[in-house]
Nanobody, 112 residues
Framework: QVQLVESGGGSVQPGGSLRLSCAYSGSAFSIYTMGWYRQSAGKERELVASITSGGNTNYADSVKGRFTISRDNAKNTVYLQMNSLKPEDTAVYYC??????WGQGTQVTVSS
């Protein structure tokens, strides 16, 4: 049984930084492509960043150069470092493992 638990969300001023973590419990973490998604009010959930089992990364154009996804297979954890945050980054951020498993989400609010 796979479970994903996100942490690290919160409130920050524009230009600030946050680091999200997603702890994976279960087997076979290292084989999964892991992704971070976000959903803001009235909008569809969208991909923010993903990282394959081999470490290849992909980013939404809106976060390129500001966000960095990484994974630690020894700790079964994936991270999202978010820098230069903007109000439009405000959303609930979700972790995803493969095509099936989702975390419960963590709120990120960027506001002055």
């Amino acid at each position: 049984q796979v479970q994903l638990v996100e942490s690290g969300g919160g409130s920050v001023q524009p230009g600030g930084s946050l680091r999200l973590s997603c702890a994976y419990s279960g087997s076979a973490f290292s084989i999964y492509t892991m992704g971070w998604y976000r959903q803001s009010a009235g909008k569809e959930r969208e991909l923010v960043a993903s990282i394959t089992s081999g470490g290849n990364t992909n980013y939404a154009d809106s976060v390129k150069g500001r966000f960095t996804i990484s994974r630690d297979n020894a700790k079964n954890t994936v991270y999202l470092q978010m820098n230069s945050l903007k109000p439009e980054d405000t959303a609930v951020y979700y972790c995803r493992a493969g095509p099936v498993y989702w975390g419960q989400g963590t709120q990120v609010t960027v506001s002055s």
